[in-house]
Each structure stands twice: as C-alpha cells, then as structure tokens.
C-alpha cells in the first residue's frame, strides 16, 4: 500500500494528543546503552514485536533525520526527528504512512538515569482518523502491551548484551 501524508507535529503535541499510550519501565542498562539502541535502527527488528524493517534515510541523525519502519499488520511509516538528545530523548514525528488509522502521529522516549540503569518512559500520541477513533480502545490496550513487551524485551537484549560481554577474571591455577 503506497504512503499517504501526515501532519507532521510538534514536540509539546505528543503530551496533548488526543489519544496517548504510556510506558514507564526500568531497563537494566545506562541511558548511553538504551540510546545506543534507539539510533540502531535495524536492532529494532529484533526487540520490537511486529516490527519487520526500520533504516535510516541519508546519512543523517539527529533532529530533522528521517526514518522508515514496517510492521507487521500495522504498515509503514516515515518519521521525521523532532529531539535527538544523546542519552536523554528520542523522538519523532510520523509524515507518512500506509496506515489509514490516523491523521497525526507521534513518539516520545525519554532516558533517566535511575539507580544503575535507566528509567524508560514512552510516550505515543496520535489522532485518529473515522475508522482509528472506532477501533481506539481495543487498539489503546494492543497499543499499550505492544510497548510494555517491546521496552522488556529492549532491557532483556541489553543485559542479555552485557553478560556476552562481560569479561571473567582470570582464574588462578592454584
């Protein structure tokens, strides 16, 4: 199915949305390590449930770098950076998409320290369109174990990461 246009959206909007999904997870990890997997964007497929594809477009990252994802069942969607804060934020906006649920579209994820990991919180906002506002509450709670099960599975990676890496002292042969 071809792209169609979004209205591309503020940061502030995503808070105000007409609908939002909320995640608040701790992940076993620093917030550098979180990011570093934010920004690598084919690690996705493999922490994110449905998630088939996701590449960078150009060689650009940051705020104003785009992005393209398929999900399963979901569609494609292009994404077009509002705040690329190194360890700290992550977020874009949706300007096109296969997907007729919606008209605006948005995430925000934010990184706080907290203890020796990081506090993840996710925030999605859109606004539906006739058929996404008649699907919304079934595709609020699919939305909301969607996310939850996409941060554990990012913090099972991360430590599943650290342990391949972690070098074992030496053992003496005494």
């Known amino acids: 199915m071809a792209l169609r246009d979004l209205e591309p959206v503020e940061l502030e909007w995503i808070e105000r949305a007409p609908e939002t ?19 690598d964007a084919e690690s996705w497929t493999r922490w994110f ?16 770098a785009e992005r393209e994802v398929k999900l399963l069942a979901l569609g494609r969607f292009r994404e077009r950076f509002v705040a690329f804060e190194p360890d700290r ?4 906006t949706v300007i096109q998409s296969s997907s007729r ?6 995430e925000d ?9 990081t506090r993840f919180d996710w925030t999605m906002g859109a606004e539906a369109t006739g058929l996404g506002k008649r699907l919304a509450p079934g595709m609020r709670f699919f939305m909301q174990q969607l ?13 599943a990461q650290r342990t391949t890496t ?6 003496s042969s005494k």
């Open 101 to 106: 649920m919606m008209t605006r579209f948005a």
């Open 89 to 92: 934020r992550f977020a874009f």
């Open 147 to 159: 996310l939850t099960r996409a941060a554990r599975n990012l913090d099972k990676q991360l430590v």
């Open 49 to 64: 449930p449905l998630m088939t594809r996701a590449s960078w477009l150009g060689d650009g990252r940051g705020v104003g």
């Open 109 to 117: 994820y934010r990184l706080t320290p907290e203890g020796d990991g």
């Open 21 to 39: 999904v909320r995640v608040s997870e701790h992940i076993e990890a620093p917030p550098a390590a979180v990011f570093a997997k934010l920004v």
């Open 166 to 171: 972690y070098e074992k002292p030496a053992v």
